[in-house]
């Protein structure tokens, strides 16, 4: 007597078809959307005070180290100060209702609320003159600010993006008189340049080992 | 009618739908958001201590960076007035360069290279790559009353070394102080590299100089 009718024969095989589909798709799921390329990128706040990077690192060709000037002496590039943004701003669009959380903060005394962008975890140690002195320019990290209306982040800030460049840095070293400059490539490098970045290449020495960065 | 009939075929459409539904939900890896981003596993992401410029509601001024405290000196400070201001015991300019800041820089020539590199940064801006001040920024923001004046008159070039440094350090009618953002050395830096841009324009050449650095060309 025949208990199971004959189609039960392909069970096995369209179970096993669906749990590899279910499966894929759960990972594609994870690692598409729940990874810090979905995550972190793309994240945009919004800042009290609508700054342009397109505008003046931008149509001004203000350098990043204008404001951001302790960016090769710290481990922190740093938010500038009320002071750097009156420098300029107590005469220029001094009317500028845009401008109006700076002037109440120089006034006050008070600083701008700023909203940090790029965040890494607290268990992460990361140091911006280290990665400067080394050649490593600002936007291999944090892409052509130059050219963002809102200040986007652009890559992953993921540990295994790290190790990506701690292990093969070549492509993201350039001549330190070239580290703030968003347009330039190894392409428009000169023969002195070249000379440069082999020899900064040659003393780099990225940490691959866990407490380079967890310490 | 046979057993196949009987039972349910199975039906790859409903997966494939939902499969498609999530995505054109979830959408494109890395769209631009306002919202700050998930972090999945927190271990350890937030520890219970201040990131440089991180907001404090302990303090009134709600910074959990304090200033220094008034009459101490920081490791970095320069003690030497002289260097430090642009002026000397007796109150006048200082004449020149201080001998100790070319030593310290590792000669006069290795001082104004990297005062060309920190011209280009802080200075160029609204002085120009010449010093003629034709900068961008006075052309862009179209007032008149900021086009700094040029730095090759007589004026200027026989203005000493200290006061261009002070000039640097306090600011000077329009001219914000730059004492916050460019550290001593980089001024005397600065100093060395106007001096060496007064030279070269001195008779009337007009060959701009490349600029070393500078974001977006």
Redesign the interface.
């Known amino acids: 007597m025949q208990i199971f009718?004959?189609?039960?024969n392909f069970l096995p095989l369209?179970a096993a078809l669906?749990v590899a589909?279910?499966g894929g798709?759960v990972t594609f799921?994870f690692v598409?959307?729940?990874?810090?390329?979905?995550?972190?990128?793309?994240?945009?706040?919004?800042q009290p005070v609508p700054y342009s990077h397109r505008l003046h690192?931008?149509?001004?060709?203000?350098?990043?180290?204008?404001?951001h000037?302790n960016v090769e002496?710290s481990?922190?590039a740093?938010?500038?100060?009320t002071?750097?943004c009156?420098?300029?701003h107590?005469?220029?669009?001094t009317e500028s209702a845009r401008l109006a959380p700076v002037r109440e903060s120089w006034e006050t005394?008070?600083?701008v609320?700023w909203v940090?962008v790029h965040?890494i975890?607290?268990?992460a140690y990361f140091d911006h003159s280290v990665h400067l002195a080394a050649g490593v320019g600002c936007v291999s990290c944090h892409g052509r600010v130059?050219r963002m209306e809102v200040v986007?982040?652009q890559e992953p800030l993921s540990m295994g993006w790290c190790l990506d460049c701690h292990r093969n840095p070549d492509d993201h070293i350039r001549p330190i008189?070239?580290?703030?400059?968003?347009?330039w490539t190894s392409e428009d490098a000169t023969e002195a340049e070249r000379r440069q970045m082999a020899g900064l290449l040659a003393r780099a020495v990225p940490p691959e080992n866990c407490s380079g960065c967890h310490r | 009618m046979s057993?196949?009939d009987?039972?349910p075929r199975?039906a790859w459409g409903a997966?494939a739908l939902a499969?498609m539904a999530?995505a054109m939900i979830?959408g494109c890896?890395?769209?631009?958001?306002?919202?700050?981003?998930?972090?999945?596993v927190r271990?350890?992401?937030?520890?219970p201590?201040y990131?440089?410029?991180e907001?404090s509601p302990y303090f009134a001024?709600?910074?959990a960076m304090r200033p220094p405290v008034p009459h101490t000196i920081a490791r970095e400070m320069e003690v030497d007035e002289a260097i430090d201001t642009g002026v000397d015991v007796e109150g006048d300019y200082v004449l020149s360069i201080p001998e100790a800041v070319v030593a310290r820089a590792g000669g006069l020539e290795d001082l104004t290279r990297r005062g060309h590199?920190r011209y280009?940064?802080?200075c160029?801006?609204c002085h120009g790559g010449l010093g003629d001040g034709n900068g961008?920024?006075p052309e862009?923001?179209g007032?008149g009353?900021?086009r700094p004046p040029t730095f090759h008159d007589d004026r200027l070039r026989h203005a000493p070394d200290g006061q261009i440094y002070a000039t640097i350090r306090n600011g000077i009618r329009?001219m914000?102080?730059y004492a916050?953002?460019?550290?001593v050395h980089d001024r005397w830096a600065i100093v060395a590299y106007v001096r060496a841009l007064q030279v070269n324009q001195a008779d009337g050449r007009t060959a701009a100089l490349e600029p070393?650095?500078?974001?977006?060309?």
Do not use: W
């Not at chain 1, 009718?5 to 039960?8: C, E, W």
């Open positions: 009718p004959k189609p039960l369209v669906g589909a279910g798709v799921v598409y959307y729940f990874s810090p390329s979905n995550l972190q990128v793309g994240y945009a706040p919004e690192a931008g149509q001004l060709g203000m350098d990043c180290r204008y404001c000037a002496r481990g922190e740093m938010v500038p100060p002071q750097t009156m420098g300029c107590s005469q220029v669009r005394g008070m600083p609320e940090r965040n975890p607290d268990h130059d986007t982040v008189s070239r580290i703030t400059d968003m347009a | 057993a196949a009987t039972l199975p997966p499969v999530l979830a890896q890395g769209q631009t958001s306002a919202e700050p981003p998930i972090v999945p271990n350890m992401h937030e520890l201590r990131d440089a410029q907001a001024d709600g910074r590199e280009d940064v802080y160029v801006p961008m920024v862009v923001s007032v009353t900021i329009n914000p102080a916050h953002n460019v550290p070393q650095t500078g974001a977006g060309r």
